[in-house]
C-alpha cells in the first residue's frame, strides 16, 4: 500500500485537477494558472498533444491530415501560430505549435504522465477525490482537489456501425483510427466508408494508391472547397460577419454552387440540409477525383456478402479492404454518468450546461467536448477561460456563484447550433462557432463584472 | 472585453508577413529571469538597442532581444497600418523561448499597449510613451505595468506620463537627466538599470 492509499485521500487544498495533456489540457492548465490556480494534470501517456500526436496508440492521425479551418482561426488567441506557416498547417506542425505553448508557458512541470485516472468522486464542499493509478505503479493513489477540469477528448473511442453480414466479411475490415498512411492501400481495392473530413481525405488517398477506391455516403453533403477567392474560405465566412445569418448562408451556398456545380453530376446526392446544418466538410480534392474516375462514390451499404459489398441501390463491388472513417464517441468511464448529464436519452453523451458546465456539480467542467463549424481551439481557450473566472467568483463568494449559475442555465437555454442541424448523434457536439464564443462572452462578462477586486 | 476583441480581430484579413529583423543578445547567466524583447517607435527599430542596452540587459542576466517591426530599420514595409505593427510584436514574442518581459518606447509603448490586450506579456514597461492617452484595453495576464519617462522630454510630457500610469492604476517613474532617446544618450545607463531593477523586484 502506497503512502496515500485507497482510503485516506491526500489534501491537495486549492489545486485543480486537469484530466488529459491535450489541446484543452493544456489551455486549461495556462488559463488556469494564469488567474492564480495551482494546476496538477494527469495524462495517460507520455507526451502532450493528445490526438495531434500521431505516436500515441489511438491518435485519430494520419500521415495527409492537415487542418481544415486556416491557421488565423484556429491558433490560440493569445498565442499565434508562426505568420510563415501555411495557411492551412499539417498535423506534426500542430503538435510542434502545442509544444511551443508547452514550453513558452512553462506548463510542463504541472503534468504527470503516464497516469492515469481511475475514478473521480465527489467529497464535501464541492471537492473531488480523484484517484490515479500510474503505469508503473500497481496500486492506486487518491488526492483531493477543489475542482475537476476533464479534457480527455473525444476522437479516441473509435465507433464501428454494424451492417447484416459483416461479421463473416472476407475481406478486411478496420477503423480509421488505425490508419496511418497510404501504404496500406497499395495493390488493394479500398472502400472507404463515412463521408466526413476523415472518409474524404482517406479516399483521396485511396485514389491515387489503392487499385481502386469506392467512396460510400449515407447522405449528400456540402463540400466546402480551402480556398474562394484566392482565400482560405473560413475567412472569406468570417469576412460576412455583419450579413444577417439567413443571407450570409444563401451567399456562401451560392459560392460553392457557382464553383462545384450540380452534386448529381458527380454522382454524388444532393445534400439534404442547408449549408452549416451538418459538421462541414472541407475538401478541395474530392471533386477532381471523381471527375478522374479515380474515386467512385456510392450510397449507404446494404449488407456484406461473404466478399462481397452490396449497397443500397443493389449495386456490388469486392473490395480487398474496408476502411470504416465513421468517427469517434467521447467516454468517461472514470465518471458517474449522471455527474455529466448523461442518461438512457442521451445516447451516451453528456448533457451539461453551456457544454461545458457539469448539471449536477459546481465543480466539475468537461473542456473541448466540441464540434465547431469553424475552428474549435480557441473556443475551448474561452471555455478554460470562463472555468478560471467561473472557480475565483465562487472562491470569493459562493452566494454569487449561485447567482452566476442561473445565468449559465439561462446561457444553455440558448441554441448553440443552427436549429435545423440534422440530427444523427455525431451531432450532439455540433455548434455555430460564432453563437458559441458570444454566448461563453456573455458568462465571461458576468463573471468579471460580478468579481469587481474579488479575483486576483 | 479580449473575447470581444479576438472576434473582431479574426473578421478581418490578417496582416501580409514580412521578414522582421531581431537582433538578440543572450546571456550567459544560468536564473529564471524572463526573457526581455524591446521595441522603439524611432525609425532606427531594433538597431537602436544594439549599441548600449542590449548587452546591457544580458550582463543583468536576462536574455535580450529588439525587433524591428514593419518599416523599420532592416524590416520591409507591409500593410495594415497599427494593426500590422503590433502583429509584428505579439508575433516576435510568441516567437522567444518563454515568455517575455517587453519593454515599448515611444510609439512602441502604444504597440505595445495594444499587444499586452492579445499576448499576456509577463510584465511591461512603457518608457516615454507617444499617441498613447488610455489603454486600448486592459492587459491579458495580470501583468504588472511600469510607466517611466523623463520629466524633461517634450514629446512624452510628464503630465501624460502621469495620466497613462493613473489609467494602468499606478504610478510613473521619472528621470531627469536624459532626453527622449533613452537608448543611446550619453545617461542612457542608470534609466535602464531603474528598470531591470523594477523588473528584478517585480518578479521576487
Known sequence: MSEYGMDTAYDRGDAVCVIGAGVSGLLAIKNLREHGFKVDCYEKDTAIGGSWNITQRNSPMYASAHLISSRPLTEFPDFPMPDDWPDYPHHSQVLSYLERYADHFGLRDAIWFGSEIERIEPADRGRFDVVIRSAAGSSGRRLRYAAVVIANGHNWDPYMPEYPGQQAFRGQIIHSVSYQDASRFRGKKVLVVGAGNSGCDLACEAAVSADACWHSARRGYWHTPKYLYGKPADQVDAGLWWLPTGLRRRFSERVIRRALGDHRRFGLPEPDHRLKQAHPIVNSHIFHHIGHGSIVPKPDIARFDGRKVVFTDDSVVEPDLVVMATGYRPRFSFCDPELLGINPDTNGFPRLFAQLFSPASETLFVAGLLQSDSALFPLVHWQTVAIAKWLQVRNASPERAKEFRSQVISETGQRFSDPNTIDTPRHTLEVSSQRYASSIGRIIDTLDNGSDGAGK | ?204
Not at chain 2, 525587433?67 to 509584428?88: C, E, I, M, Y
Open chain 2, 1 to 204: 472585453m479580449s473575447l470581444e476583441l479576438w472576434q473582431r480581430r479574426i473578421r478581418k484579413a490578417p496582416p501580409n508577413r514580412v521578414t522582421r529583423e531581431v537582433i538578440e543578445k543572450l546571456t550567459d547567466i544560468d536564473g529564471a529571469a524572463a526573457p526581455v524583447l524591446c521595441v522603439t517607435g524611432d525609425p532606427r527599430g531594433a538597431g537602436a538597442f544594439e549599441k548600449h542596452w542590449l548587452g546591457h540587459i544580458a550582463e543583468r542576466g536576462r536574455a535580450a532581444y529588439a525587433v524591428s517591426v514593419r518599416g523599420q530599420g532592416n524590416t520591409p514595409r507591409g500593410d495594415a497600418g497599427l494593426a500590422g505593427k503590433v502583429h509584428d510584436l505579439v508575433q516576435t514574442a510568441v516567437s522567444l523561448p518563454r515568455r517575455a518581459v517587453l519593454i515599448g518606447h515611444g510609439q512602441g509603448a502604444l504597440w505595445l499597449a495594444h499587444a499586452a490586450t492579445r499576448y499576456p506579456v509577463d510584465a511591461m514597461v512603457l518608457l516615454a510613451p507617444q499617441g498613447l492617452r488610455r489603454p486600448p484595453a486592459m492587459p491579458v495576464g495580470g501583468a504588472k505595468v511600469l510607466v517611466a519617462g523623463s520629466s524633461t522630454d517634450r514629446k512624452s510630457p510628464t503630465k501624460r506620463l502621469e495620466q497613462v500610469a493613473g489609467e494602468y492604476q499606478t504610478a510613473p517613474l521619472l528621470f531627469s537627466s536624459i532626453g527622449h532617446d533613452f537608448m543611446t544618450d550619453a545617461g542612457w545607463r542608470a534609466p535602464l538599470d531603474a528598470i531591470l531593477d523594477w523588473l528584478d523586484d517585480s518578479e521576487k
